[in-house]
């Protein structure tokens, strides 16, 4: 040990030495992150350093803050500098020698050798500084803490197969410096355009100045490069969502947006927060004003911005929402994740987990914020992302309730097309004694609001929703109740008005159901395979008769669904059901001829099936019924 420098050479802790050899072979393809590492160290350093500075713990005067980055290509190097808190002598032996972490060996115990695993398993662990030695063949370290004197400086050097060495350094300013002298198939870090986009790629929004030697290009036409003294910065230096929300205009989250979507409109809504406690983390999350053209494509993009203490981490993070909610935009900066967290450890993660549904929550209230106070803007969101939201009902069953809120419908009582209608709307006029929230399913919005299955209903004034998107029957299987009433398909078999009906009614319809039960027999016989079974009902007012559903049978949407899918279904034959006090049905019961009556049933059940927006499958033989018929009367 030399008495002036007290040099000294020590060996790594085993588990830096295993890491080592590890990560320069697994993290070979991803190397390019160590800057980020690098960055993101020198960024903690100026946060401690400032914190000190304000805490006055150290005694020493607040300074300017920053990172610089500079390359020699002639000399093969790249070096980090930054003014942050610097280290002691016994933090670099620490902290450049050990890793510092729990459970570490353990760890390391675990990795098989297989490079494709571990550097998944290390990506988890966070490589930090040693990630150095993936680009440089050796790395030293000048670094002066704040509060000593510049004869306390400190330089460490290593080239990372197994020791390195510790002397004294004078140096005249706090902070650190790291050298990484690279290697000859890395010497592309040394080249400043590559190092700019990589600061500009992960390490935009940190929160301090990055800066680079300014380059200008000579006047002489050629693109020669020459380099200043002086420095610029590369980053925009300021993470927007760390800054507090009354700081900020809708501008400033307006400009985000438009970076961080690639859209070039404004975002409907925001929401920014900071959510402290077990998980720490800040979202900023963005409504869209419109649905991308790849809203219904499998393989489009989706997700957050993922970053991890501010230093970007990855793009397209999809694991921080769930489906329903792809359209989100935005940002996630956590505290806890590991900055080398990946892809894969996203996936099976039970902390990210949470997270998503903390962030589902902080969408929701969102929506449920401009629903209530801003109608005019939450009905563009629901006309371009309503379908989406449906889905919710299915896939977050702990939100149900919540996403069925911010439904809307098409309904009779507004005789718009406009899907503008709440379930508590509905509630709100529902008739005493109501115990069901009628609705019916058709392919569009005309052939709902005149389905003859509505049509007593709407004689009583009993309000029904006009379903017509594709994925309504779907989503009605899963939505079950609302406010403890449930929903009826007013389309099926089992469609109940219960206390709806005065006793009267409901005695009228017993005897009507009992005097048909003759004219059902002939028309189930007329009609044999093609119809399943025939009844009278009281659903109907104008229309002669309908089709009816099983309460558990697929409607004509998921039939659809499914044989899109390729899944053969089983041909149904539908349930007629007939108005039996009807002047066409009294003329059916009254026609003697069996020829005649046929003609009459199987024109009857073909007007049922139209009338629902059905298609008939022998459309020619319809035509020329009616038109004998006309004929005969003419
Ligand atoms: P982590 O950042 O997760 O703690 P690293 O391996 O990146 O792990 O860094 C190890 C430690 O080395 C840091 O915690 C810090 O104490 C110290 N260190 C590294 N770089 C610097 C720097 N530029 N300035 C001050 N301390 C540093
Ligand atoms: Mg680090």
């Known amino acids: 040990m030399?008495?002036?420098?007290?040099?000294?050479?020590?060996?790594?802790?085993?588990?830096v030495k295993q890491l080592l050899r590890l990560m320069i072979h697994s993290l070979y393809s991803n190397r390019e992150i160590f800057l980020r590492e690098l960055i993101s160290n020198a960024s903690d350093a100026c946060d401690k350093r400032r914190f000190e500075a304000v805490a006055g713990a150290s005694g020493d005067t607040p300074a300017d803050l920053f990172i610089q980055v500079r390359c020699d290509k002639e000399a093969k190097t790249l070096t980090v500098t930054d003014t942050g808190i610097g280290m002691t002598r016994q933090d670099v032996v620490e902290h450049l020698g050990t890793i510092a972490k729990s459970g570490t060996a353990d760890f390391l115990s675990k990795l098989s050798g297989d490079q494709q695993k571990d550097s998944q398993l290390i990506g988890q662990f966070g490589v930090g500084f040693y990630s150095a030695f993936t680009v440089a063949d050796r790395v030293e370290v000048f670094t002066r803490h704040a509060g000593a004197v510049a004869t306390q400086g400190v330089h460490w050097e290593s080239d990372g197969s197994g020791e390195f060495t510790v002397e004294n350094a004078e140096l005249s300013e706090v902070g650190t410096q790291v050298v990484l002298h690279l290697k000859d198939d890395a010497l592309d870090?040394?080249?400043?355009?590559?190092?700019?986009?990589?600061?500009?790629?992960?390490?935009?929004?940190?929160?301090?100045?990055?800066?680079?030697?300014?380059?200008?290009?000579?006047?002489?036409?050629?693109?020669?490069?020459?380099?200043?003294?002086?420095?610029?910065?590369?980053?925009?230096?300021?993470?927007?969502?760390?800054?507090?929300?009354?700081?900020?205009?809708?501008?400033?989250?307006?400009?985000?947006?438009k970076h961080v979507?690639?859209?070039?409109?404004?975002?409907?809504?925001?929401?920014?927060?900071?959510?402290?406690?077990?998980?720490?983390?800040?979202?900023?999350?963005?409504?869209?004003?419109?649905?991308?053209?790849?809203?219904?494509?499998?393989?489009?993009?989706?997700?957050?911005k993922l970053y991890v203490k501010r230093v970007f981490i990855l793009d397209d993070a999809e694991q921080f929402l769930p489906m329903y909610l792809r359209f989100v935009k935005g940002v996630v900066d956590s505290s806890d994740l590991p900055l080398n967290v990946s892809r894969e450890l996203l996936q099976s993660d039970s902390e990210i987990e949470a997270m998503r549904a903390g962030i589902a929550r902080k969408v929701l209230e969102m929506l449920a914020r401009l629903a209530k106070e801003e109608t005019d803007k939450y009905a563009v969101f629901w006309k371009e992302f309503g379908q989406v939201i449906k889905e919710g009902i299915a896939e977050d069953t702990a939100n149900r309730e919540r996403i069925a809120k911010l439904l809307r419908f098409a309904s009779t009582h507004t005789e718009r097309e406009e899907q503008d209608q709440s379930l508590d709307d509905y509630l709100a006029r529902q008739k005493s004694g109501q115990k069901q929230i009628f609705y019916v399913i058709?392919?569009?919005?005309?052939?709902?609001?005149?389905?003859?299955?509505?049509?007593?209903?709407?004689?009583?004034?009993?309000?029904?929703?006009?379903?017509?998107?594709?994925?309504?029957?779907?989503?009605?299987?899963?939505?079950?109740?609302?406010?403890?009433?449930?929903?009826?398909?007013?389309?099926?078999?089992?469609?109940?008005?219960?206390?709806?009906?005065?006793?009267?009614?409901?005695?009228?319809?017993?005897?009507?159901?009992?005097?048909?039960?003759?004219?059902?027999?002939?028309?189930?016989?007329?009609l044999s395979g093609r119809v399943d079974a025939v009844r009278s009902t009281q659903r109907l007012a104008d229309s002669p008769a309908c089709l009816v559903l099983n309460a558990d049978e697929y409607g004509a949407q998921m039939r659809k669904l499914m044989e899109a899918t390729g899944q053969k279904l089983p041909e149904k034959r539908p349930t007629l059901e007939i108005n039996a006090t009807h002047p066409l049905l009294q003329r059916l019961e009254g026609l003697a001829d069996e020829d005649q009556f046929k003609e009459l049933a199987s024109l009857l059940l073909d007007q049922a099936i139209l009338a629902e927006g059905g298609q008939l499958?022998?459309?020619?033989?319809?035509?020329?019924?009616?038109?004998?018929?006309l004929f005969a009367k003419a």
């Open 2 to 15: 030399s008495s002036a420098t007290q040099r000294e050479t020590r060996g790594f802790q085993t588990e």
């Open 261 to 304: 979507s690639h859209d070039f409109a404004a975002p409907i809504s925001w929401s920014h927060n900071k959510v402290e406690g077990k998980r720490e983390y800040t979202t900023l999350l963005y409504l869209p004003g419109r649905a991308p053209f790849d809203l219904w494509s499998r393989d489009a993009v989706r997700g957050l």
């Open 189 to 257: 870090f040394s080249d400043s355009w590559r190092l700019r986009s990589l600061i500009k790629r992960y390490s935009d929004h940190i929160g301090f100045a990055i800066k680079m030697p300014k380059q200008s290009t000579a006047d002489d036409g050629k693109s020669e490069v020459a380099v200043t003294e002086e420095l610029e910065t590369i980053n925009s230096a300021q993470a927007l969502w760390t800054r507090s929300r009354n700081e900020l205009k809708d501008e400033d989250y307006v400009e985000f947006y």
């Open 442 to 526: 058709a392919d569009t919005w005309n052939t709902a609001r005149q389905s003859p299955h509505l049509e007593r209903l709407r004689a009583k004034g009993i309000e029904v929703l006009l379903l017509t998107d594709r994925v309504d029957e779907w989503m009605m299987s899963y939505l079950g109740e609302y406010e403890g009433k449930t929903f009826q398909d007013v389309s099926r078999a089992d469609l109940d008005l219960g206390d709806l009906l005065t006793a009267e009614e409901k005695a009228a319809d017993e005897k009507g159901t009992e005097a048909a039960l003759a004219l059902c027999g002939r028309l189930r016989e007329a």
């Open 617 to 629: 499958a022998e459309p020619a033989e319809f035509v020329k019924r009616l038109n004998r018929l």
